[in-house]
């Protein structure tokens, strides 16, 4: 079955540590897009990658970092500089070209105390 | 940027009432999605809208795109305790390179 995997559903976090999310996809999509989500509010957008070996910031970059050196793995490493690191992560793929019909994963709930 | 706001933020209703979600963009809209989320899930696309004056519907849901591309709407007819979760609105800006959602409305369905 074609879609989207993350893992872990959870992660618990020393304050200082790195941490990666894995965001792996099988549908041969382009596009790639991580999302933060607050309690009560909507997804804000990371980063996002339309091809391979190339990626953008969104519109909270900070204290986050990617890469994308296959098509099917965009993985997310939240660094020790974002200040307010835990939430609900969502990763997301679409196809190329201008449709929006994003494809997300089930998430991953980070926590870091 | 593009802002989308929607109305109302959160929602109670009796099942088989009849509701209704609202998005409005600050910009013109050139793509309007709706999704719905369950609590602490990802989200599962419902609908997609491009054009002024397009409806859509999908079993009782029915999105609806004003005339003048800013204001979308998202019906329910009948409500069932399996409609409750979180609906959010997606649009992507006009060169497709981002793409952003509003708030999310917050439904609970009371059997």
């Known amino acids: 079955d074609g879609g989207i995997t993350q893992s872990p559903k959870y992660l618990f976090r020393k304050e200082g540590q790195n941490v990666t999310l894995s965001c792996e996809q099988n549908?041969?999509?382009?596009?790639m897009y991580w999302y933060r989500q607050d309690p009560g509010q909507g997804l804000r957008l990371i980063y996002y990658s339309q091809i391979v070996n190339d990626f953008q910031k969104g519109d909270i970059a900070e204290g986050y970092s990617v890469s994308r050196e296959k098509k099917e793995s965009f993985p997310l490493t939240v660094t020790s500089a974002q200040k307010n690191p835990t939430a609900f992560y969502l990763c997301?793929?679409?196809?190329?070209?201008?449709?929006?019909?994003?494809?997300f994963g089930p998430g991953t709930r980070l926590t870091v105390t | 940027s593009q802002e989308l706001e929607q109305s109302p933020q959160s929602l109670i209703v009796q099942e088989g009432k009849n509701l209704t979600i609202n998005c409005t963009s600050s910009?013109?809209?050139?793509?309007l999605y709706w999704y719905k989320q369950k609590y602490g899930e990802g989200l599962i696309f419902l609908m997609m809208?491009?054009?002024?004056?397009e409806e859509k519907s999908h079993e009782k849901i029915t999105a609806k795109l004003d005339e003048k591309k800013q204001q979308s709407s998202l019906h329910i007819t009948a409500s069932q305790p399996s409609h409750a979760g979180i609906y959010l609105c997606g649009a992507g800006g006009y060169n497709f390179n981002k793409f952003y959602f509003g708030s999310g409305t917050k439904l609970n369905v009371k059997p």
């Open positions: 549908l041969n999509h382009d596009a």
């Open positions: 910009k013109t809209l050139y793509g």
């Open positions: 997301a793929s679409s196809p190329a070209g201008n449709s929006y019909e994003q494809y």
């Open positions: 809208l491009q054009k002024g004056g």
